[in-house]
């Protein structure tokens, strides 16, 4: 039976700890290129009673996917990212959204919602593989026992990773370059101060980065 959406399920309820590797998917995914797609990346676990959580990818950060189609057909993705982010107040929430040339006209509004009056992590891409790597890359810079393997992941996923801090206003190639050589992962990029980020890229720069990921006002 499909969860209501009006009633969506606390991802923090159901315990949720994947081991090292692994994401649990909504059961709606099953089957979807974005899936397809996490194949040698991280395996998956699916789950029904995610209620509005698309991804967990540890018992503390939940994700939801906002496609090109939800941002086009209208203002539905906003109430569900409000009861995403209600349902799930406890952990960090990240939304990534379907960034294309048909739904950049939606972007800025959306990331002005998503990040200054939810206060929620906004990361954009550019279609459901590009997901799936960012989501592979994620799950795997969560895990703080393992540099090694985490390092060697980013340095695979680099050119992904790149463009989407190449979007912070601001940022070039050789900024993003120098970012990625001190935070190895977007994980770690979107948690990083001012203060760290100001040495690398300068204040304002550095404010543009905290802004970009997640609100600095209350």
């Known amino acids: 039976m499909a969860v209501c959406d009006s009633k969506p399920v606390p991802a923090k309820l159901l315990n949720a700890a994947p081991p090292y590797g692994h994401v649990i998917v909504n059961e709606k995914w099953r089957g979807s290129t974005l899936v397809q797609s996490l194949k040698g990346s991280v395996k998956t676990i699916f789950e029904e009673e995610l209620g509005v959580v698309d991804f967990c990818l540890s018992n503390k950060t939940c994700v939801l996917y906002v496609t090109e189609s ?56 550019s279609s459901p593989v590009e997901a799936a790597q960012l989501i592979g890359q994620l799950v795997l810079g969560e895990n703080k026992e393992n540099p090694f393997r985490r390092k060697s992941v980013s340095r695979l996923l680099e050119p992904v990773v790149l ?25 770690e990029l979107s948690g990083a101060s001012v203060d760290e980020l100001e040495p690398i890229v300068g204040q304002s720069t550095a404010q543009n980065i905290t802004a970009f990921f997640h609100t600095q006002f209350t």
């Open 163 to 187: 463009n989407l801090v190449q979007q912070i206003p601001g940022v070039g190639k050789v900024k993003a370059m120098l970012l990625l050589q001190t935070f190895p992962s977007i994980y």
């Open 70 to 125: 939800d941002l086009v057909a209208g203002s539905g993705h906003r109430r569900k990212i409000a009861r995403f982010r209600n349902a799930n107040s406890g952990l960090q929430g990240i939304v990534i959204v379907e960034k294309t040339h048909l739904s950049e006209q939606y972007f800025s509004g959306l990331q002005k919602f998503v990040v200054f009056e939810l206060g929620l992590t906004l990361l954009p891409v």
